[in-house]
């Protein structure tokens, strides 16, 4: 099927003629006998918002987990292209993909909940200062500046996600959906290129997910950073995704835009097991 429909949207029609952020190709991870992962192979392409979607047991999670290098898959290749050259990602370790721009949030919360919000974010931010220890420890100058423009900054992430009004409360005192927000604030802070979010409207309610496809949306728009997220809720996937990667059985099943997909006998038939051509997922 066609990756691209005529009528793309403004963020496909720029990414047209670029070369994919993210190419991976015949990604296989198994777990002693499980073959989570099989044969996969997908591009991502720069400044958009591309969703991984595919029914329970699907593979995605294991999919993220390997682009993340958490996971060392048994065979593929992940490519990450970046201002700074091609990236192999086999060749990094877990550790060392943030410094190659790309930052991901986790399904469970992974957070400092007993410290503040502002904290939370300071602290991600923190990777990024220059600072060495003498100039710390010493306060100099550069360090005092830097200091200043960590603050600025993490002020100004957490206004673009509607979270300042929390600055100062401790993340453990906060409702599940705006924890969820401040996790997505500490993958801001690294100001990555690649962000991979792992069911980032798990837990929220109609509401909070509607606020939640809004935000990312203007995050992707603001900073210019692709996204790739894992998702079960299908009204924020069909929202917000420029294009949807579909597994299933731990394999790739489909790939298209929103329109493409809710209409794809093949994604119809893996989401409802036998529903009829014509229904929409
Ligand atoms: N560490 C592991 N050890 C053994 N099997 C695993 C491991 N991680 C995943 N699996 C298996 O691999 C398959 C794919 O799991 P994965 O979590 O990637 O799917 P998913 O599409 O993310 O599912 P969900 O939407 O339910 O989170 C499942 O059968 C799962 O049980």
Redesign the pocket.
Known sequence: MSVIEQHQSPALSAAAGAAPLLSLSGVRME?GG?V?VNDVSFDVMPGTVHALI?P???????TLNCISRFYTPQQGRMLLRTASGVHDLLAHKAHQIARLGVARTFQNLELFSDLTVFDNVLIARSQAMQATLAEVLLRLPRQRREERQEHARTEQILQTLGLSAHAHSVVRDLPYGTQKLVELARAMALEPTLMLLDEPAAGMNNREIEQLGQTLKQLQQATGATLLL?E?SMPLVMTISDMITV?HN?AFLAQGTPREIESHPAVIEAYLGGGKSGKRI
């Open positions: 777990f499980i989570a595919g329970n047991g699907a593979g995605k999670t294991t894992i079960h597994m731990g």
